[in-house]
């Protein structure tokens, strides 16, 4: 796959977090030193706020440290599938030892990884929707309820969530994983059940927040 992003900064540290996150996400990418001149066929070039003088191109990211490697490769995803904004974006969490999670904008896996705790997960789902117009994007988590960690994930999620953010609990009938696997192979499937997850209807989960709005 021809790469289509640019990374142009000779900062280490925003370097090294930007490039790892792209080879995370499996985003082809071309390294330039800034005021190179950019090839035709780079649609986006992110670069540090210092730099971003030296960039002769129409679509800049400007990455500043102030905001997590994953919202610039989410903005980058978006970019690259000529989307402003994103409809309709799903999440879909597989509860357990290990926390599948997999983020779904207008059906496509955009995001996929393991949690190993509550607040770790919680953490992760607030910096992907921490830059959401909810007036233009509709936003769903939907937890599958095969172990008992379901209830604390979900209250947890509803407590700290904005009341936009719709939450659904959802069965895991044939999403189970054997557990005779090793450590690796269960975190795959946790990722695999979170993706089946985010495609089932689920019931929607009354959020408190909401209802004290209402109140």
């Given at each position: 796959m021809k790469a289509e992003v640019a990374v142009a900064t000779?900062?280490?540290k925003a370097y090294f977090l930007i490039v790892n996150k792209l080879k995370e996400r499996n985003i082809p990418f071309l390294s330039l030193v800034p005021g190179e001149t950019v090839p035709t066929e780079i649609r986006v070039?992110?670069?540090t706020e210092k730099e971003k003088h030296l960039?002769?191109?129409?679509?800049?990211?400007v990455y500043d440290g102030e905001i997590a490697p994953d919202s610039a490769a989410n903005e980058i995803r978006k970019i690259l599938q000529g989307k402003e904004v994103y409809e309709k974006i799903v999440i879909g969490v597989d509860p357990g030892e290990v926390f599948g999670l997999a983020v779904i904008a207008d059906g496509k896996v955009n995001e996929t990884g393991n949690c190993f705790s509550t607040q770790e997960a919680l953490a992760k789902?607030?910096?992907?929707?921490?830059?959401?117009d909810f007036s233009s994007t509709a936003v769903s988590i939907k937890i599958g309820s095969g172990v008992p960690a379901y209830k604390e994930l979900i209250e947890t999620l509803d407590a700290a969530l904005p009341p936009e953010v719709v939450l659904e609990v959802v069965s895991e009938a044939g999403t189970n994983r054997p557990l005779d696997e090793n450590k690796h192979r269960r975190g795959l499937r946790d990722i695999a059940s979170a993706i089946r997850i985010a495609g089932r209807a689920g019931h929607v989960y009354p959020r408190r927040k909401t209802g004290e709005s209402n109140g």
């Amino acid at each position: 796959m021809k790469a289509e992003v640019a990374v142009a900064t000779v900062q280490g540290k925003a370097y090294f977090l930007i490039v790892n996150k792209l080879k995370e996400r499996n985003i082809p990418f071309l390294s330039l030193v800034p005021g190179e001149t950019v090839p035709t066929e780079i649609r986006v070039v992110i670069t540090t706020e210092k730099e971003k003088h030296l960039i002769n191109h129409e679509r800049i990211l400007v990455y500043d440290g102030e905001i997590a490697p994953d919202s610039a490769a989410n903005e980058i995803r978006k970019i690259l599938q000529g989307k402003e904004v994103y409809e309709k974006i799903v999440i879909g969490v597989d509860p357990g030892e290990v926390f599948g999670l997999a983020v779904i904008a207008d059906g496509k896996v955009n995001e996929t990884g393991n949690c190993f705790s509550t607040q770790e997960a919680l953490a992760k789902i607030s910096s992907v929707i921490k830059n959401v117009d909810f007036s233009s994007t509709a936003v769903s988590i939907k937890i599958g309820s095969g172990v008992p960690a379901y209830k604390e994930l979900i209250e947890t999620l509803d407590a700290a969530l904005p009341p936009e953010v719709v939450l659904e609990v959802v069965s895991e009938a044939g999403t189970n994983r054997p557990l005779d696997e090793n450590k690796h192979r269960r975190g795959l499937r946790d990722i695999a059940s979170a993706i089946r997850i985010a495609g089932r209807a689920g019931h929607v989960y009354p959020r408190r927040k909401t209802g004290e709005s209402n109140g």
